[in-house]
T-cell receptor, first 111, second 114 residues
Framework: KQEVTQIPAALSVPEGENLVLNCSFTDSAIYNLQWFRQDPGKGLTSLLLIQSSQREQTSGRLNASLDKSSGRSTLYIAASQPGDSATYLCAVRPNNNDMRFGAGTRLTVKP | GAGVSQTPSNKVTEKGKYVELRCDPISGHTALYWYRQSLGQGPEFLIYFQGTGAADDSGLPNDRFFAVRPEGSVSTLKIQRTERGDSAVYLC????????????FGPGTRLTVL
């Protein structure tokens, strides 16, 4: 069964820092991997989707990498801002149907 | 509409009662997913629809849970004989086709079973 782990569970950084969030998964047979952002009491917002054949995706200050063979993905956030404070969730798609989520990393960016 | 909508946003019910949770996906999206999220955890897959049919219901925890999508658009998640352990946020997502597409999530329904 696919297990997804996110480290750290929580992270607090001062504004302006670059940071890396980590995601690991146990089964490398995946269709894609997706990073989401979740604000308190809200649904999930998709940030980046990496297909299994891709190595990375970039959107603005965000860069996500995927290493299928080692079962790892990282989300890099450059020049963090207080508005980046949220929970970041990593999800892998092991088949056509469902997604397996990690428990998330709760990020706080202090002004 | 512009995004996925879910109603109600909050539902409080008593143990043993029946509840229905509604999801309106993005217009034209054929794939629809239900997830359940407990406090401090990531969402957990429940069921996936492709069109009107449930393509994968392997995540439904037991036979008290059932979902329908009769016209291939709106979906209803139904929970019978609710238990306190059913308390969670129920999230709905849709995508335009299937596995290669981004899933767009609704705001969720927070269900509290007293």
């Amino acid at each position: 069964k696919q297990e997804v782990t996110q480290i750290p569970a929580a992270l607090s950084v001062p504004e302006g820092e670059n940071l890396v969030l980590n995601c690991s998964f146990t089964d490398s047979a995946i269709y894609n991997l997706q990073w989401f952002r979740q604000d308190p009491g809200k649904g999930l917002t998709s940030l980046l989707l990496i297909q299994s054949s891709q190595r990375e995706q970039t959107s603005g200050r965000l860069n996500a990498s995927l290493d299928k063979s080692s079962g790892r993905s990282t989300l890099y956030i450059a020049a963090s801002q207080p508005g980046d404070s949220a929970t970041y969730l990593c999800a892998v798609r092991p088949n056509n149907n469902d997604m397996r989520f990690g428990a998330g990393t709760r990020l706080t960016v202090k002004p | 509409g512009a995004g996925v909508s879910q109603t109600p946003s909050n539902k409080v019910t008593e143990k043993g009662k029946y509840v229905e949770l509604r999801c309106d996906p993005i217009s034209g999206h054929t794939a629809l997913y239900w997830y359940r999220q407990s406090l401090g955890q990531g969402p957990e897959f429940l069921i996936y629809f492709q069109g009107t049919g449930a393509a994968d219901d392997s995540g439904l925890p037991n036979d008290r849970f059932f979902a329908v999508r009769p016209e291939g658009s709106v979906s209803t998640l139904k929970i019978q004989r609710t238990e306190r352990g059913d308390s969670a946020v129920y999230l709905c997502a849709s995508s335009s086709q299937g596995s290669q597409d981004t899933q767009y999530f609704g705001p969720g329904t927070r269900l509290t079973v007293l």
